[in-house]
Structures are given as C-alpha cells and as structure tokens.
C-alpha cells in the first residue's frame, strides 16, 4: 500500500513543478518587455524633447520691441473687442501678432475705455504700447469742427473750409450740390438753415462732401425727432432761422417767432412787412450790427422793410430749440419787440407802435450808460 501512495505523490509533483517553471519563465519575459519598454520611452522622450521645444517657441507670443516709427491712421469701430482691435493693429502693421496686443489689452485694466474712432499710431509698436497709445487722446486722429447756432451758410463753408484746411471754392462747390450732400426736395435747392449747428467729430481723413451730408442728415433727424410735418419743413426753418438772429434768450424765441405770424397777416400796422434788421442785412451780406440807410433802401429780397412776406430762404441755421418753438408758438397779439438790455438779453414786446416807441427809449438809456457793451 505505502509504494502505491508513493507513486501517485510523486506523479502530483510534476505538473506542480512545471507551473512554477512557466511562471518563472513568463517573470522573465515580463521584465524583459518592461525593460525594452522603457527604453524606448526613453528614446522617444530623448527625440521628443528638441520637437516639443520647437513647437513651444513657434507658439511663443511675437511681439515687436520699442516705440515703433512711421505712421498710419485707422479706424476702431464701435464696440469692438480686444481681437478685433488686434486683428486690424495686426492688419496694418502697427503690432507683430494678435496675441501681443491681446495678452496686452487684457493686462490692462483701461483698455475697456478705449473710445471708436479714427487713431494715428505708429507701426511695428509692442502690444503694450499699442495699449497705451490707444488710451492716450494725443492718438485720436480726428477734428473738431463747430458749428455755433444762427450761423450762415456762407459762415460755415468758412469754418469747415478753416478747419479742414481745404479751399473755400471746393466746399462752396459741395455745399450747393444739393444730390452731394442729400439735401430734400423741401430745401429746394439750398442749403442754407439746413446744415444743423452742433459739434461736430471729423477723421482726419474725411472728405468735405461727408462732414456736410452729416450736417444735412443731423438736421433732418431732428426735424422727425420733433414730428414737424415734412410741408412745414421750409417755411419753419425760414422762421426761425431769423429768430434765431434777432434773439438771443431761449424764453423769447416763442414770442418772436408769434410777433413774425402776427406781422405776415397784419395790414393796418406794418402791412406784411417784418421790418427785420437781421433778414435786411443778410441780403446786403452782413450778419450782424446795424443797417444803414443805404442798406434799409437796398432793394432785394432779404429787405423787410421793403417787400412784405417772409424771405425767400432761411437766413441762418437755427438750432432745433428754435425750431420747436417756432412750430408752436404761444398766443398773443405782439407785432413789435426790442431788446432793451445786450448783457442779459431781456427782451420788451408790444402790440402799438407807441409803447414799441417807449420800449425803444429803455434800450437808448442802457446804451447810453454801457456805451461799451
């Protein structure tokens, strides 16, 4: 029995002995892999390296260095982000990459103020002070242009003619090409009353015929603005257009304008006649003082004392305040008015000739004690 029992143990042992040789066998080829493995990770991490540098320093920010030199104007349009903004710097030279000015603008917390507009930079500037040029105002490559309340045609062909250093010839010949500058049909032709006073921001590179379609356009804006029907357009403008030169005092602009409607009807006083110094001058051109007799006795169609109605044209370019309230004037009976006081603009209206004449006699005395006002 003790043999049998011997044998079969002996027979277990061999396939026992044989795992453990297979495993130690595949420890082996385990290690082996792992071994070869790592070195070709090693390897490829050895030629890797030089590659991922490059590709690093190609992705590296490029930026030009120092203030840059030469110069170009462009324009930042309303709204614009930072990329934008890079994108049209990038576009014309002023920085070396997008990714400059962008890591720029976005380390500065200013660049949100960055105003639209026309600037003149410098090119091959760093990000940075593309940043900062865009904050400064010296940048800003643009004009004033001023355009005061009452003034004439002729008046504002010389301020833009000045201001953009351009011959009066030239801006006379796009002031009165009514198609040019849009006038409407309702100007019939002329431009004057309609280019709207106001202030006025101009690119240096804008052209004369642009700055007055803006002046046209602002004006017919606010005549939609104040709903005035577009027949009344003209006539209102005429109105108000010597308003606006014969008074100074927003409180009297009503008023005169009611003592002009008052006078157009009237035929036992003044007999249509507006008998206005300041449409008499205009036709003589003059804008401002007094007539002489010669200029009361020049006969042309501006001359209220001579022909009654209202003049042909607007003599001025009122101001949509004027405008308002020559639209709708107040109630009253008024056919004359003087101002009695120059410093303060205090204004007397009457409705007879008599007590026009004592109103006349308070200006006479305040002239005589500020003779120099």
Same mark, same amino acid.
């Given at each position: 029995?003790?043999?049998?029992?011997?044998?079969?143990?002996? &027979?277990?042992?061999?396939?026992?002995?044989?795992?453990?040789?297979?495993?130690? #066998?595949?420890?082996?080829?385990s290690a082996i892999v792992l071994f070869f493995t790592c070195v070709l990770?090693?390897?490829?991490?050895v030629v890797a390296v030089p590659y991922v540098k490059s590709m690093i320093?190609?992705?590296?920010?490029? &930026? =030009?260095?120092?203030?840059?030199?030469?110069? +170009?104007?462009?324009?930042?349009?309303?709204?614009?982000?930072?990329?934008?903004?890079?994108?049209?710097?990038? $576009?014309? &030279?002023?920085?070396?990459?997008?990714?400059?000015?962008?890591?720029?603008?976005?380390?500065?917390?200013?660049?949100?103020?960055?105003?639209?507009?026309?600037?003149?930079? #410098?090119?091959?500037?760093?990000?940075?002070?593309?940043?900062?040029?865009?904050?400064?105002?010296?940048?800003?490559?643009?004009?004033?242009?001023?355009?005061?309340?009452?003034?004439? #045609? #002729?008046?504002? %062909?010389?301020?833009?003619?000045?201001?953009?250093?351009?011959? %009066?010839?030239?801006?006379?010949? %796009?002031?009165?090409?009514?198609?040019? %500058?849009?006038?409407?049909?309702e100007a019939q032709g002329n431009a004057e009353g309609w280019l709207a006073?106001?202030?006025?921001?101009?690119?240096?590179?804008?052209?004369?015929?642009? +700055?007055?379609? &803006?002046?046209?356009?602002?004006?017919?804006?606010?005549?939609?603005?104040?709903?005035?029907? /577009?027949?009344?357009?003209?006539?209102?403008?005429?109105?108000?257009?010597?308003?606006?030169?014969?008074?100074?005092?927003? $409180?009297?602009?009503?008023?005169?304008? /009611?003592?002009?409607?008052?006078?157009?009807?009237? $035929?036992?006083?003044?007999?249509?006649?507006?008998?206005?110094?300041?449409?008499?001058? =205009?036709?003589?051109?003059?804008?401002?003082?007094?007539?002489?007799?010669?200029?009361?006795?020049?006969?042309?169609?501006?001359?209220?004392?001579?022909?009654?109605?209202?003049?042909?044209?607007?003599?001025?370019?009122?101001?949509?305040?004027?405008?308002?309230?020559?639209?709708?004037?107040?109630?009253? $009976?008024?056919?004359?008015?003087?101002?009695?006081?120059?410093?303060?603009?205090?204004?007397?209206?009457?409705?007879?000739?008599?007590?026009?004449?004592?109103? +006349?006699?308070?200006?006479?005395?305040?002239?005589?004690?500020?003779?120099?006002?």
């Open positions: 029995m003790s043999e049998v029992f011997t044998t079969l143990d002996t &027979d277990r042992k061999k396939p026992t002995n044989t795992r453990r040789a297979y495993r130690r #066998k595949k420890r082996i080829r990770v090693v390897a490829a991490t320093n190609s992705q590296s920010v490029t &930026d =030009y260095a120092g203030p840059g030199s030469g110069e +170009v104007v462009l324009e930042i349009p309303e709204g614009a982000s930072g990329s934008v903004m890079a994108k049209i710097l990038l $576009d014309a &030279d002023v920085v070396a990459s997008q990714r400059a000015f962008v890591d720029a603008f976005n380390s500065d917390p200013r660049s949100a103020s960055i105003q639209p507009g026309a600037y003149k930079l #410098k090119m091959k500037m760093s990000g940075q002070g593309a940043v900062s040029a865009l904050l400064d105002p010296a940048s800003r490559a643009e004009l004033k242009i001023t355009i005061p309340e009452g003034f004439a #045609k #002729k008046q504002v %062909i010389e301020r833009i003619a000045n201001t953009m250093d351009t011959p %009066i010839e030239d801006v006379e010949k %796009i002031v009165d090409d009514p198609k040019a %500058i849009g006038l409407p049909d006073p106001a202030t006025y921001t101009v690119r240096t590179n804008a052209t004369v015929q642009e +700055v007055v379609s &803006d002046m046209v356009a602002n004006r017919i804006h606010g005549l939609e603005k104040i709903d005035l029907p /577009r027949d009344q357009w003209q006539r209102t403008i005429i109105v108000a257009s010597i308003v606006e030169r014969e008074v100074n005092w927003p $409180d009297y602009y009503g008023q005169v304008a /009611r003592v002009i409607e008052n006078r157009l009807v009237d $035929d036992s006083q003044v007999n249509g006649k507006l008998q206005m110094d300041s449409t008499t001058l =205009y036709g003589v051109g003059r804008f401002g003082g007094i007539p002489t007799e010669d200029e009361l006795k020049n006969d042309n169609p501006y001359n209220t004392y001579v022909n009654a109605g209202l003049p042909p044209t607007p003599i001025s370019n009122p101001s949509l305040k004027v405008i308002e309230a020559t639209a709708n004037p107040p109630a009253g $009976d008024w056919l004359f008015f003087v101002t009695t006081n120059l410093d303060t603009g205090e204004t007397l209206f009457a409705n007879n000739i008599d007590d026009h004449s004592k109103n +006349v006699e308070v200006l006479r005395k305040w002239y005589s004690e500020h003779p120099h006002s």
